[in-house]
């Protein structure tokens, strides 16, 4: 009966098939849930206009969890994780709900959306144990208590590679993992972003290039990895890393 429910529901949002290689019955009631909610909230305060049909189900769902699913020889299980630009919860709740061992950290300098983020952490049973966080990650690097101590730091739709590389590299341990999203690839931007790694202290782990479901776009993922521990004047100062990249 539950899975006839969820086919149902599925079918009435026009949503493809492809998700269900990636998440389980369990997971996608908690997704149906988490749009719920998140619709609730759109009413009060604008989060997001994506949270509709395949909008919400490819365009946040699926791509905010396939690059945690494509990587066979990574185990993302467990791990301590940070979204930076969280918005209104991806990939970071993405992730949560397919990674239910993992503690999370969601950062965002919007006080309407981290307000919006407590709410919805409150009123769904999520697994994990979630911090959200209101400020700027160029003040948060600098703070020795949670600096250089993430296993996994990813940002969607936030800035270009090298820019979110500033943000990205300072924020993992020597071990750790930087998820990039990022749409078109360029031998420019392959260039830019070897410039800033080589800066940064870090360096390219794999890339991997996927045709979204329902004509939604190529989504390209680039994994990095520090090389050395990031120099300590990283990131700058609150707006340089976006108009001055490295």
């Excluded at 909610?37 to 949270?51: A, G, P």
């Excluded at 800066?199 to 390209?220: A, H």
């Excluded at 680039?222 to 990249?245: A, D, H, M, S, T």
């Amino acid at each position: 009966m539950v899975k006839i429910y969820i086919y149902n529901e599925m079918k009435k949002q026009n949503i493809p098939e492809e998700i269900f290689s990636l998440i389980t019955e369990e997971e996608i009631i908690m997704f149906q849930e988490l749009q719920i909610k998140i619709k609730e909230l759109n009413n009060k305060t604008n989060l997001t206009r994506l949270i509709n049909g395949d909008d919400y189900w490819v365009s946040q769902v699926f791509d905010s969890i396939w690059p945690f699913k494509t990587f066979p020889n990574i185990n993302f299980d467990n791990k301590k994780f940070l979204d930076i630009g969280s918005g209104c919860g991806f990939p970071g709740l993405a992730y949560a709900i397919t990674h239910p061992t993992s503690q999370i950290y969601l950062v965002d300098s919007s006080k309407k959306k981290t307000d919006a983020l407590k709410i919805l952490i409150t009123e769904i049973n999520f697994k994990n144990n979630i911090h959200v966080i209101n400020d700027r990650i160029e003040n948060l690097a600098h703070q020795s208590s949670i600096r250089n101590s993430f296993n996994i730091a990813t940002t969607r739709a936030v800035s270009n590679p090298s820019t979110v590389s500033e943000y990205i590299l300072p924020m993992l341990k020597k071990e750790g993992l930087g998820v990039l999203y990022c749409g078109k690839w360029t031998d420019k931007e392959s260039k830019n972003l070897d410039k800033t790694l080589e800066i940064l202290e870090g360096k390219f782990k794999e890339k991997k290039k996927i045709l979204l479901p329902s004509n939604k776009g190529t989504r390209n993922i680039i994994l990095i990895q520090p090389k050395n521990i990031c120099p300590k004047i990283y990131p700058r100062k609150v707006g340089k890393p976006e108009k001055n990249p490295l």
